[in-house]
């Protein structure tokens, strides 16, 4: 079992940033490729971005590349997205997702899912 808590999300303005954090405990985090996920209001579970075990490897969404980075520190069990020039459309549960799929981005291949963090980007 991989236990994940998300935190960081919040209520910024469009065009701010906001860093989350997702901590995880139980299994060991270097072996997990490690993605993010969103999902808004009466929509569906949305890919957002992917690492690679070692991080040496990322994968974004067309609608987050170039504002969204995703990193991880296996030391501290922790990965991040830092998330820039923040739209009004980024608005959505943020979750993070440990799975062994190397290259999916669908939600049905991770394993394990935090609870989620709300992210809400003002006009």
């Known amino acids: 079992q991989v236990q994940l808590e998300e935190s960081g999300g919040g209520l910024v303005q469009a065009g701010g940033s906001l860093r989350l954090s997702c901590a995880a405990s139980?299994?060991?985090?270097?072996?997990?490729?490690m993605g993010w996920f969103r999902q808004a209001p009466g929509k569906e579970r949305q890919f957002v971005a992917r690492?690679?075990?070692?991080?040496?490897?990322?994968y974004y969404a067309d609608s987050v590349k170039g504002r969204f980075t995703i990193s991880r520190d296996n030391a501290k069990t922790t990965v991040y997205l830092q998330m820039n020039s923040l739209k009004p459309e980024d608005t959505a549960v943020y979750y993070c997702?440990?799975?062994?799929?190397?290259?999916?981005?669908?939600?049905?291949?991770?394993?394990?899912w935090g609870q989620g963090t709300q992210v809400t980007v003002s006009s």
């Open positions: 997702a440990a799975g062994t799929s190397s290259s999916s981005i669908e939600s049905s291949s991770y394993t394990y």
């Open positions: 139980g299994r060991t985090f270097s072996n997990y490729v």
């Open positions: 690492i690679s075990r070692a991080g040496l490897n990322t």
